[in-house]
């Protein structure tokens, strides 16, 4: 039972296999639960709001699922997630926006990620080697960084909330995606996706909605 926000409370314990954060708690600080390769379950109160810094769950093997509280505004922890091999799902609150570079890299075991609708803003790296990645649901994003190199399984990027076309800064930003890989865009946009720069690339892959 963790009830303060003291930076690497669990860190390094490999034996940890459950995490109860008692209510009151609003930050989780950096390297948190870094390598707890046992644990499987946190419970997280609904006071927690952010997460600061760096790596709070980063080579935690054994998490498979995480629950994000509801009031859950910010994320600036970079590598939050990174090299949890185990994680399979990621439940994120309509109240989520903000996100850090590197959150999922290496997570071979997640399939799918759906973003609330009101995110706009998305970082590099954030899916970088999550081989097994099959659908992305992104939210009403305006640019589209070089978040998913190596995702060689990707099926679906879905940008359907998108109300205009996102900024593609590259065009080798989408250059792992999988070549039966589908990118579903709102109908009204689905032309101006065609010719927008670095996107005219992918034209083929577009499927209006």
């Not at 209510?23 to 639960?33: D, Q």
């Not at 952010?50 to 994320?75: A, M």
């Not at 939210?139 to 099926?155: D, F, H, K, V």
Request: with cysteine.
């Amino acid at each position: 039972i963790m009830n303060s926000g003291t930076s690497g409370t669990g860190n390094w314990n490999y034996n940890l296999k459950e995490v109860r954060i008692a209510n009151g708690v609003t930050v989780m600080n950096s390297y948190a639960f870094q390598c707890c390769q046992s644990l499987e379950h946190i419970t997280l109160p609904s006071s927690l709001i952010s997460y600061n810094s760096s790596s709070p769950f980063r080579y935690s093997y054994s998490l498979q699922f995480y629950v994000f509280p509801k009031g859950t505004k910010s994320i600036d922890a970079t590598y939050m997630f990174s090299r949890c091999y185990g994680l399979k799902g990621i439940s994120i609150p309509i109240g989520l926006t903000k996100y850090k570079n590197y959150m999922f890299e290496k997570c071979y075991g997640l399939k799918r990620c759906i973003f609330s609708k009101n995110s706009t803003t998305l970082y590099d790296y954030m899916f970088s080697d999550c081989y097994n990645l099959q659908k992305v649901i992104m939210g009403a994003i305006t640019s589209l960084p070089s978040m998913l190199s190596g995702t060689y399984s990707l099926q679906e990027i879905n940008l359907l909330h998108c109300t205009s076309v996102p900024t593609l800064s590259n065009v080798s930003n989408l250059n792992a995606t999988n070549y039966t890989c589908k990118i579903k865009v709102p109908a009204n946009l689905y032309e101006s996706f065609k010719t927008a720069s670095n996107w005219s690339t992918y034209a083929d892959y577009f499927v209006a909605i």
